[in-house]
């Protein structure tokens, strides 16, 4: 199992060790040593799975006074994830990363504290679940907007499907 910090060193991307055979497949998606020891402390509170369609765009989502470590893989499709820096003062504030998970590549994206996350679907349908360090708390929810042209993220799908929630997320600048 490898974990390799990105451009953002606090994200880190899991390469989980994947063993196929005539059968199928075992993966093991997640064991507290080894991702304690690859630098993704948690806890984990909750879980969550969803499935969405081609074109979709989720995000961008955060917590304000519970900031929630997100544990993110697509168990079935692809799909082009992200995290934004939105912790003010931070030496890394509104910069992004962002990686393709799939189903096939059983990478893991770990988005910590403090940044918001973020997807579009590249193929038919995605499934996608996380882990979360803290509770989901809608009075707590913040976001900011997937095309915020202050942080430019180079998102690889055009006129994406989109809540009228996360449609009204504001820019960077105005959000804290």
């Not at 189903?103 to 973020?118: D, I, K, M, R, S």
Request: charged content about 30%; glycine content about 8%.
């Amino acid at each position: 199992m490898r974990f390799t910090p990105l451009a953002l060193p606090e994200v880190i991307l899991v390469e989980p060790d994947v063993h196929r055979d005539a059968r199928g497949f075992f993966v093991e998606t997640y064991h507290l040593e080894k991702y304690r020891a690859g630098g993704i402390a948690g806890p984990f509170v909750q879980d969550n799975h969803s499935r969405s369609v081609r074109g979709t765009l989720r995000g961008l989502h955060a917590q304000r006074r519970r900031p929630q470590g997100k544990l993110v893989r697509a168990v079935d499709g692809e799909m082009f994830d992200v995290a934004v820096d939105i912790r003010r003062g931070s030496a890394t504030f509104g910069r992004w990363v962002g990686v393709r998970l799939s189903g096939e590549n059983f990478q893991q994206l770990y988005v910590p504290p403090g940044f918001a996350h973020g997807f579009c679907v590249l193929s038919a349908v995605v499934h996608v679940e996380y882990k979360c360090t803290d509770f989901y708390d809608a009075a707590d929810e913040i976001g900011l907007a997937w095309n915020d042209p202050d942080v430019r993220i180079e998102w690889p799908i055009r006129d994406p499907i989109i809540s009228d929630k996360d449609r009204r997320l504001p820019r960077l600048r105005d959000l804290l």
